[in-house]
């Protein structure tokens, strides 16, 4: 059954502010969640993928009451990930409004817990977030926020996470990763050739006609971004923005864009 590409942004959560970073590191602000989600709902974007940045690193999730302030200014699909090291968190999650937990680091320190997860909530409910620094024929597999090496090969650990039970795969180029020079396609191609559930592609939009490339060319289901859905111009002002759906049939269609980017302030 044909399935409609979805484009999603990646907003990435920093000590509750919406951050965006280069490579993972030096965030620059961004804006208030509950108003930049607020702004992506009026857009009826097609799903919403949050990322702790801080949780990555300190295996603290964010408190049950933020969460639930996130997902209740949403009415589109929302998945979190970041910090979540017990299968009842992840319960948790779906209780306040999200309909998808993002794991990371878990997939390297405690696997057991993901397939305990998947099996309870379902795999279209567990994503597994894979992050890959390194070009073409050297590629590294990282976690904890690049700061670990778990792998010399993202197809073989994103097989393992299919094994674990996850129902989807977050594949990030951390080269790649804001600084708008295209998605790392070879990659993306290599993660979604290996496994037979739906795979996001993300790092490293710069264009809007560049979201069409892991789909038409490298097999996604999906395309992710963040800096291309949050800034704008040279300058990279804070201009939260998603393409109109007449917009998106034409990146679907052909790749190009022609029309000028709708901003709106966050």
């Not at 990322?51 to 999730?61: E, G, K, N, Q, Y």
């Not at 998808?100 to 997939?107: D, E, M, P, R």
């Not at 397939?115 to 070009?135: F, L, P």
């Amino acid at each position: 059954m044909f399935v409609e590409p979805r484009f999603i942004p990646a907003l990435l959560l920093e000590d509750g502010r919406f951050v965006k970073t280069r490579q993972f590191s030096d965030p620059v602000y961004v804006g208030d969640p509950v108003n930049v989600l607020s702004i992506f709902n009026e857009f009826v974007v097609d799903e919403i993928i949050i990322l702790d940045i801080t949780a990555a690193r300190t295996r603290t999730r964010q408190p049950v009451e933020a969460l639930r302030r996130y997902a209740e200014e949403c009415f589109i699909p929302i998945a979190y990930g970041g910090g979540l090291v017990e299968v009842d968190q992840f319960g948790e999650c779906f209780h306040v409004g999200f309909e998808k937990a993002i794991v990371n680091t878990i997939l390297s320190e405690a696997p057991a817990v993901v397939e305990a997860a998947a099996s309870r909530y379902g795999s279209q409910a567990v994503v597994a977030s894979i992050d890959v620094r390194g070009g073409e024929g050297f590629r590294e597999v990282v976690v904890r926020g690049n700061s670990e090496v778990v792998s010399d090969s993202p197809a073989e650990w994103a097989r393992r996470a299919v094994g674990l039970g996850v129902g989807e795969i977050l594949i990030t180029s951390v080269d790649r990763e804001g600084t708008g020079q295209g998605f790392d396609l070879e990659l993306i191609r290599e993660v979604a050739e290996a496994v037979t559930v739906p795979v996001i592609g993300h790092g490293g939009a710069g264009r809007r006609m560049d979201l069409a490339g892991p789909v038409h060319d490298a097999g996604a289901s999906a395309t992710a971004a963040g800096t291309l859905f949050v800034f704008q111009g040279p300058a990279k002002g804070v201009l939260v923005n998603y393409p109109p759906r007449q917009q998106i049939k034409k990146i679907l269609d052909s790749g190009r864009l022609n029309q000028p980017d709708a901003p709106r302030v966050a």
